[in-house]
Nanobody
Framework: QVQVVESGGGLVQAGGSLRLSCAAS????????MGWFRRAPGKEREFVAA????????YHADSVKGRFTISRDNAKNTVYLQMNSLKPEDTAAYYC????????????????????????WGQGTQVTVSS
């Protein structure tokens, strides 16, 4: 049974940093596009970032570009989300997802924000940013 487990959430002051981790038991991990999404109270789920399986190309939402960075370690079956300069509006539950139905060319990023493209999801980790 596939497991996707996020960790690293917590309470931080505005301007601070957190690093989220996501361990996924999908095989082979390197074949999967990995994504981060978030959901704030009373809002729809929002795409945050995604990383390709080959070449480690990345795609970040405009709302986090320049502040958040997604990365992966295929040897550890883990994807990370480094979050800097956090703002109160970043407060949300953050979810990790894995998918392998993306195009095997440079157009994968165009679909990376579509939650329906992902096959497996974690339970989420809460990030709270105080002002």
């Amino acid at each position: 049974q596939v497991q996707v487990v996020e960790s690293g959430g917590g309470l931080v002051q505005a301007g601070g940093s957190l690093r989220l981790s996501c361990a996924a038991s999908v095989r082979p991990f390197s074949n999967y596009i990995m994504g981060w999404f978030r959901r704030a109270p009373g809002k729809e789920r929002e795409f945050v970032a995604a990383i390709a399986s080959i070449g480690a190309g990345t795609y970040h939402a405009d709302s986090v570009k320049g502040r958040f960075t997604i990365s992966r370690d295929n040897a550890k079956n883990t994807v990370y989300l480094q979050m800097n300069s956090l703002k109160p509006e970043d407060t949300a539950a953050y979810y990790c997802a894995a998918g392998q139905r993306f195009p095997r060319d440079g157009t994968w990023y165009a679909r990376s924000s579509m939650s329906s493209m992902y096959d497996y999801w974690g339970q989420g980790t809460q990030v709270t940013v105080s002002s």
